[in-house]
């Protein structure tokens, strides 16, 4: 609903919201929610109409996978409904702790701490390990999650530095001049509105010279990227070292939901001791974590689901590459699951995704601030479970609409 559809209010606060609401409105801003009528998949229903799925992060087709959706309820048989209290009370049940100790076994770290969203994680990561004299820097195209974690770090005394996109060498002149006891870079592994890849391996070059953590948000790699799915460490054949801090979240590839943080013990340990968005708040639902471990061991397993993802990627990567030769878009370099089409103006790239929504393709339409002003994008994610006539459809589709 916008501003000008809606009833006249006499409140004076819900007046200047409403003012600012239709503010936003005018700018091609204005936010709203579209109910799905069905599991989240590669076809749902929206308002009656059937539409193919390039907004999801399901990347490999799990979130509405039968045996997640068994091991989900016979872990809420088993372990009933709700946790009751936070982790370090009485709410760590036998389902949180095996799903730890998996996900440390996959992941290769010494430990693993599960959280109930992925920016629950990243609020405890930096501004738990980041105090009075330690120096952040971080990637500039960041996670929103990852911002706000740098905000509250801030409020501790922390020295926050943000370098601009992969730039190592702006980086390695902040690392070299900073005089901080302790330093941490922060970045995503798969940027999630670009879907480029930061240079992990020079990353953690950089980490060991100048001692400083190394703090990889892989939500966009876990369960994608690396053997098995093991991630963006993996992927680069990354050696264990006890600067690695690596968050995963379980929402997008794993199909669930929650996160996780891997790390060595000292770091877990301090993260149970100090993370107030770990300590202060309610442990998931136990059945949550039934439902991962289920999901974790169709991830190892899912060399197939990766292989018809990584198949998908290249023939959409075919397709908009032809159309972009001819056309003032953009596509710039992505590997991953997450494809960026720039289209520029925002009510282009607005008009753009509400006429693919017509012809049956619901592609998001990302607009600053999300991106950069003059970036505005559809960005299309794709899944293990679109077919080959899916992104045909979908290239036909942009085809018709760009000429
Ligand atoms: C989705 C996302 C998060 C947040 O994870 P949730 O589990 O959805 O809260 C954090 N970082 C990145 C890069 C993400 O894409």
């Not at 039968?66 to 009370?89: I, M, N, Y």
């Not at 999300?370 to 979908?394: E, F, K, N, Y």
Request: charged fraction near 15%; include cysteine.
């Amino acid at each position: 609903m916008t501003g000008s559809a809606a009833a006249p209010v006499s409140c004076t606060l819900s007046a200047a919201l409403r003012q600012e609401l239709d503010t936003l409105a005018a700018a091609g801003l204005h936010r709203q929610h579209r109910i799905l009528e069905s599991p989240c998949g590669r076809e749902i229903q929206v308002a009656g109409q059937k539409l193919i799925n390039f907004a999801s992060n399901d990347y490999l087709g799990l979130a509405a996978h039968p045996v997640l959706a068994t091991a989900l309820a016979e872990g809420a048989q088993r372990w009933g409904a709700g946790s009751g209290a936070a982790h370090l009370l009485s709410g760590h049940l036998t389902p949180h702790s095996e799903l730890e100790a998996a996900l440390a076994d996959f992941t290769g770290f010494a430990r693993a701490l599960t959280f109930s969203s992925g920016y629950l994680a990243n609020l405890a990561v930096t501004p738990t390990l980041a105090g009075r004299g330690a120096a952040v820097f971080a990637d500039k195209l960041n996670h929103a999650s990852l911002i706000d974690a740098m905000q509250l770090a801030k409020t501790q005394g922390a020295h926050v530095q943000r370098y601009p996109h992969a730039d190592l060498a702006t980086l390695e002149r902040l690392l070299a001049d900073s005089t901080a006891q302790r330093k941490l870079i922060v970045t995503d592994s798969i940027f999630s509105m670009d879907g480029d890849l930061a240079p992990l391996p020079a990353l953690l070059a950089l980490a060991r010279t100048y001692d400083a953590f190394l703090i990889v948000d892989d939500a966009h790699g876990f369960g994608v990227l690396g053997p098995q799915g093991r991630g963006s460490l993996a992927h680069f054949a990354l050696p264990a070292d006890p600067r690695l801090i690596l968050m995963g979240t379980l929402g997008k590839a794993a199909g669930v939901g929650g996160a996780f943080v891997a790390a060595s013990a000292e770091v877990i340990e301090t993260l149970i001791c100090r993370a107030r968005s770990y300590i202060f708040t309610t442990a998931s639902p136990p059945a949550i974590s039934c439902a991962l471990l289920a999901s974790l061991r169709l991830i190892e397993q899912g060399d197939a689901l990766r292989q018809a993802l990584f198949a998908r990627i290249q023939q959409l990567r075919l397709g908009l590459q032809a159309l972009t030769a001819a056309s003032a878009w953009r596509l710039p370099a992505s590997l991953s699951a997450i494809q960026p089409l720039i289209i520029g103006p925002n009510e282009a790239c607005l008009q753009l995704a509400n006429a693919l929504m017509e012809k049956g393709f619901w592609v998001p339409a990302i607009r600053p601030p999300t991106v950069p002003q003059g970036s505005a994008r559809l960005r299309i994610s794709l899944s293990a479970a679109h077919t080959p006539a899916d992104i045909d459809g979908l290239l036909a589709a942009l085809q018709a609409l760009a000429n």
